[in-house]
């Protein structure tokens, strides 16, 4: 078992640190709100830092799952960052969904120190970290990734390295924008049964089993009709991620017609107040249209 550092303990983060602290790692957490870390370490065991470079501090593995770019450049750099708390050879694992530019300016920063990084963002949402059944999308160097992945399969059903440093994120984009556009998909089929009379739930019983079933509809049907969305994952972060995928396909030249649209009607479902509902919310937003 290794000595590991979980920065982060959100709905993603609080259980995968569970996880590890469950499968027998030392591990030592940090977060922003102290009271996370408190009510963490009093459900799991473990220990608690009160900076990242503390609980970094001797750890064979970093992992971080935070919120945005922002969010990583703080945990990891300056004085009391991650990066100044690790030794050579340690390996610094980031779970967050960011840019890629953040990204290659860790890498380098991280490389420069003789310390290993790998970018892993997730997919699964809430329950698939509480059920230890998360996709993992991996970059960076080979030999890193090797020396991680059974720690990261501590809390996934499948965890892959695309590439090199970066593509991580850059998967992780292809599975934003998939989403986007099977929730809209979704939301107005949802919506034109309703307009219809039809029975929802009778109609998404035979329609899953057809080409139009997906995770989305299996999981996400019931709480749309029943207009109940206080939970998973959140609009406001949703038009974080994507805002990250439209910014790259400004770079690379891919069309995202369908992504762009998207975003602007989660845009509007903020403006409903519903920036922390899920993201299966789109169909509030057509039913306030009428």
């Known amino acids: 078992?290794?000595?590991?550092?979980?920065?982060?303990?959100?709905?993603?983060?609080?259980?995968?640190?569970?996880?590890?602290?469950?499968?027998?790692?030392?591990?030592?957490?940090?977060?922003?709100?102290?009271?996370?870390?408190?009510?963490?370490?009093?459900?799991?065991?473990?220990?608690?830092?009160?900076?990242?470079?503390?609980?970094?501090?001797?750890?064979?593995?970093?992992?971080?799952?935070?919120?945005?770019?922002?969010?990583?450049?703080?945990?990891?750099?300056?004085?009391?960052?991650?990066?100044?708390?690790?030794?050579?050879?340690?390996?610094?694992?980031?779970?967050?969904?960011?840019?890629?530019?953040?990204?290659?300016?860790?890498?380098?920063?991280?490389?420069?120190?003789?310390?290993?990084?790998?970018?892993?963002?997730?997919?699964?949402?809430?329950?698939?970290?509480?059920?230890?059944?998360?996709?993992?999308?991996c970059?960076?160097?080979?030999?890193?990734?090797?020396?991680?992945?059974?720690?990261?399969?501590?809390?996934?059903?499948?965890?892959?390295?695309?590439?090199?440093s970066g593509t991580g994120q850059t998967t992780k984009m292809c599975n934003q924008i998939a989403i986007a556009g099977l929730v809209q998909g979704l939301s107005e089929a949802l919506h034109f049964a309703e307009k219809a009379g039809l029975d929802g739930r009778a109609v998404v019983e035979v329609i899953s089993q057809g080409a139009a079933g997906s995770w989305q509809m299996a999981n996400r049907y019931e709480t749309m009709l029943d207009d109940h969305f206080d939970h998973g994952f959140a609009v406001d972060w949703m038009r974080k991620d994507l805002g990250i995928c439209l910014d790259t396909a400004d770079e690379n030249g891919a069309s995202l017609p369908v992504t762009a649209l998207v975003d602007q009607f989660y845009k509007d479902v903020q403006k409903l107040g519903g920036g922390r509902w899920d993201t299966s919310s789109l169909i509030k937003r057509l039913r306030a249209m009428g």
């Open 139 to 164: 970059g960076g160097d080979a030999g890193a990734y090797e020396r991680a992945e059974p720690v990261m399969n501590t809390y996934a059903k499948l965890c892959r390295r695309i590439g090199e």
């Open 1 to 137: 078992m290794a000595k590991l550092a979980f920065l982060g303990l959100g709905v993603m983060g609080g259980p995968m640190a569970g996880h590890l602290q469950k499968a027998g790692h030392d591990v030592t957490v940090y977060n922003r709100t102290a009271a996370k870390a408190y009510a963490w370490v009093k459900a799991y065991g473990g220990g608690m830092a009160t900076t990242p470079r503390e609980a970094a501090s001797g750890a064979e593995f970093v992992m971080s799952c935070v919120g945005n770019d922002d969010d990583l450049r703080s945990v990891t750099l300056g004085e009391d960052g991650a990066f100044a708390g690790m030794e050579s050879g340690a390996v610094f694992v980031d779970h967050t969904t960011v840019s890629a530019a953040v990204t290659s300016e860790l890498y380098a920063t991280a490389d420069a120190l003789q310390i290993s990084y790998v970018d892993a963002p997730i997919s699964g949402g809430q329950a698939g970290a509480e059920n230890a059944a998360l996709s993992i999308m």
